[in-house]
């Protein structure tokens, strides 16, 4: 199938699991994963009015960025390196993976010193041992709490990676668990936390189902990465 095509059943599958959970339609937002796909994809998913892209590699994506055209939304979906965050500042909107406080005043100094602000998510680690980035649930709210000093990251969320799993409904409990703590950080902080990152290809609908606000999507998509 096209990359128009996967599109359009995602955007119906999006728009059910929507239905079925009592949600407005517009609450939930595509992610493209672009990552090891060219730019070509890309563009075929923009001709399908596809807006927002993730990857998860700082030289892939800035490789691929200036041959996109200008207006899309990038998302930093994947692990990130202090020493990667000037670049990233540059060409990206939202970052979706801040696993460190050190991190994210490296972001917030970056994105000051190129006169933006950004929007970031606190990556949590709500599975224990079998998923390898991600604060600890426990060291979470003091993150929270140093970020109000911060003036140039809009900390709008949180994101999950679920342990891999064979079934879908194998990652609901950590979606869930994600979202109960978002509401139990919203509470104690009063930061809104409005964005949840959750559900990539195979488990969408299930974290739609559990609260996503953003789902990344790149195999549906694109096809398999063989690269
Ligand atoms: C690659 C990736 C995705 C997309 O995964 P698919 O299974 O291809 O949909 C989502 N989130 C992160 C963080 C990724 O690295």
Redesign the pocket.
Known sequence: MSVQENISQIREQMAAACARAGREPDSVQLVA?S?MHGWESVIEAVECGQKVF?E?RVQEAIAKIPRCPGGLSWHM??HLQTNKVRQVVQYFDVI??IDSLRLLEAVNQAAQQAGRTLKVLLEVNVSGESVKFGLKPEETPAVLEASNRLMNIELTGLMT?PPVSALAEGARPHFRRLRELRDEWRAATGIPLDELSMG???DFEVAIEEGATWI?????IFGD?TK
């Open positions: 994963v990552k993730g998860s979906i994947g979706h993976s990676m990539m290809s195979h990344r999507v790149g195999t549906d990465r």
